[in-house]
């Protein structure tokens, strides 16, 4: 009897079964690459960026506070610090509008601004997903990234679409009410798909709707 009651309904159970299986594909996804990889890219790239500033005798500037982020990006970066083994640090100069009060040398600038402060070849720039979210021309950016690090840069880009259209970004309070209402629609300015150290230029699209 179990067994023809399962013959009438497998289609049913099938589908059930996908439709169960897609949200927690999407979930295991999510997890790995927003507390995994990107984690671990960070981890490394600092590392390297730190390693090379020392050899060059260049200064260290971080854009994007440690101390700061949303829901589990602040607790992952929170956790790595209490075990000793922060995924990155203030370095020599932090650039981040939160005003990264938690860093010695910094400023509240946003970065196409406070990129116009820093001198030529001064720096190794380390830019901790923060590219995606800054309201400013790219083009610009990326020629003053250029200027300033002399082509010594580590961008951690945002990988994963729930950092693009799941969450509504902004730093100083964590307000997800958009994102509720607007599931679909992308939150981010850009998404970067190619950017230094793996590659020696930036492929990005804008997000024409942005701000709409």
Known sequence: MFNNILDNYKYLIYTLFFIF???????????????????????????????????????????????????TTKFIQDTMRNIGHPLYECGDFTIDITGCPQCPNKTDKSLELAL?????????????????????DMEEMIKDMNRVSGGDMFIVTVNDLTGHY?????????????????????????????????YDYFDYKDNPNYGN
């Open 21 to 71: 299986l897609i949200p927690v594909a999407f979930l295991f996804y999510w997890c790995l690459e927003s507390w995994v990889f990107r984690s671990y890219i960070k981890f490394t790239y600092y590392r390297r960026a730190k390693k090379l500033a020392n050899e060059k005798n260049k200064q260290l500037v971080v854009v994007g506070d440690p101390y700061s982020g949303a829901g």
């Open 116 to 136: 116009k402060d820093l001198s030529d070849n001064c720096c190794v720039l380390f830019v901790s997903g923060t590219l995606e979210y800054v309201d400013a």
């Open 166 to 198: 799941l969450y509504n970004f902004n730093p100083l309070a964590n307000d997800f009410t958009e994102t509720l209402n607007n599931p679909f629609k992308q939150k981010s300015k850009r998404i970067i798909y190619k950017a230094p150290p793996n």
